[in-house]
């Protein structure tokens, strides 16, 4: 690897342990990150002023929808050929399930998520312990930004809700038009880190990307008067330069977020009932009925919310059942890959007389 090129991809987010990955490849291959996705394929970028379109080669879907591509990815390609080679190992990978039941890929090698939702009927604790437990899960640090502050006639009631998700998780009140209140924001947006925002259609995240980046990058719309419902404005995952050096992603609002294999991300998010649960009288208690309940105790002294248990068993049982039903399509997927390959190193070849 080119040691005179790392300054440039510091500048979209390289980190110094990636250059021993690419040493083990091909010397003409360059990195290159994905800072754009497509339905016809990706832009691709070596550096920020060297941005190329790429079409995905067939062999990519051959793999599950996660083992594909994504924004934020470091790729290995040939700027011969003009084809992606190689995806360099993820730190870690933001999904959800789609609405088709697939794993859907939403952005790689994030630092800093920017859990985005407005001070308004917009607003769900339970919405917000879902991103939280996909965060957690893949090791990325947590910022809930609370936007339309200067719409709510009681703005520090929402910070309040918000802060009691957990105490090490920061809470951020601003108003994504102003540039100055944004500032609050900075410290995560340094050198070499990436931010991805996450949040609802119309909660203002492409405002708040222009603002961070004090500059038009994204296209903005109102949410709706009648239910703070928004309209999505941004249509593909984009990442972008920030003036105080990192980069920030973008992406299409998302009215479901279903999560699956963030089982270890749940019970972080619910670190106070699976501690209570250490108590319960008996080991399978199901803080139900059962007598001796340390959870059910806390919520009769008011010190755990009802609404927080039940938020709690279905997260659980929506990461089991979908982690099931991925771990299925993946296996089915793979035979359909290795039937499609033995077919054809077994099709004839005929040779031209």
């Known amino acids: 690897m080119d040691v005179d090129r790392l300054p440039e991809l510091s500048e979209l987010g390289w980190k110094p342990d990636r250059s021993q990955q690419v040493m083990t490849y091909a010397e003409h291959l360059e990195p290159a990150r994905v800072i754009e996705s497509h339905r016809s394929g990706l832009v691709v970028a070596p550096s920020l002023a060297n941005q190329h379109e790429f079409a995905l080669g067939g062999r990519w879907f051959n793999l599950p929808p996660d083992e594909r591509p994504v924004v934020g990815d470091w790729l290995l390609i040939d700027p011969q050929t003009e084809s992606i080679e190689v995806l360099l190992d993820r730190s870690n990978l933001i999904k959800r399930l ?73 809470v951020e009140l601003v108003n994504a038009l102003d540039e100055d209140r944004v500032g609050v924001l900075y410290k995560w947006c340094g050198r070499g880190q990436s931010i991805a925002l996450l949040g609802s259609s119309g909660v203002g995240k492409s405002t708040l990307v222009n603002s961070l980046c004090k500059t038009p990058v994204q296209a903005t719309r109102a ?28 992406s299409p609002g998302m009215r479901e977020f279903q999560i699956a294999e963030a089982d270890a991300g749940v019970d972080s998010v619910f670190e106070d009932i699976e501690g209570l649960a250490v108590s319960c009288r008996f080991n399978d208690c199901g803080h139900g009925s059962e007598p001796g309940c340390a959870v059910r105790a806390a919520i009769a002294e008011g010190s755990v919310e009802e609404r927080r248990l039940d938020s709690y068993f279905k997260l659980k049982k929506e990461d089991r059942f979908n982690t099931e039903t991925v771990a299925e399509r993946h296996a089915r997927m793979r035979t359909f890959g290795k039937m499609v390959r033995k077919h054809v190193s077994e099709k004839p070849r005929f040779k031209r007389d």
């Open 223 to 250: 949410a709706r008067e009648a239910d703070d419902k928004g309209r999505h404005t941004t249509t593909y995952r984009s990442l972008h330069k920030l003036p105080m050096g990192g980069v920030i992603l973008d």
């Open 98 to 170: 789609a609405p088709s039941g697939e794993i859907q890929p939403i952005a790689a090698n994030i630092d800093t998520a920017f859990v985005v939702t407005s001070c308004n009927a917009d607003f769900s604790l339970s919405r917000l312990e879902r991103y939280l437990s996909v965060l957690h899960q893949e090791d990325i640090v947590p910022v809930i930004v609370l936007t339309k502050a200067d719409l709510s006639d009681q703005p520090e009631a929402f910070l309040k809700q918000a802060g009691s998700l957990g105490a090490d998780i920061a």
